[in-house]
């Protein structure tokens, strides 16, 4: 079983950055292909980023490429999402993942382990 937590949300205006983080306990971060989503009001939850267990491989949506970045700290146990040049549609909940599997997927139902999301409010 894997518990994660997310942290770093808060407000913050149009251009600004945040750091995401994302613990994890319960198993070794290192097996885990980790993945964060947003899930804006009145939408489905989307894929944002998600990063190989070695953290050599990083995918990204097209919405977010060059301003977010993914990253983990294996020894940390954690892992971290990086946003810059924040837009208000980037507002939403943010979730991060996680899956034993060898690819990254961009699908929720592909991952098993879900934090409890935190808000990024982003004002114009």
């Known amino acids: 079983q894997v518990q994660l937590v997310e942290s770093g949300g808060g407000l913050v205006q149009a251009g600004g950055s945040l750091r995401l983080s994302c613990a994890a306990s319960?198993?070794?971060?290192?097996?885990?292909?980790m993945g964060w989503f947003r899930q804006a009001p009145g939408k489905e939850r989307e894929f944002v980023a998600g990063v190989t267990q070695s953290g050599r491989t990083t995918l990204y949506a097209d919405s977010v490429k060059g301003r977010f970045t993914i990253s983990r700290d294996n020894v940390k146990n954690t892992a971290y999402l990086q946003m810059n040049s924040l837009k208000f549609e980037d507002t939403a909940v943010y979730y991060c993942?996680?899956?034993?599997?060898?690819?990254?997927?961009?699908?929720?139902?592909?991952?098993?382990?879900w934090g409890q999301g935190t808000q990024v409010t982003v004002s114009s």
């Open positions: 319960g198993r070794t971060l290192s097996t885990l292909i």
């Open positions: 993942g996680a899956n034993g599997g060898g690819v990254i997927r961009m699908t929720t139902h592909d991952y098993g382990y």
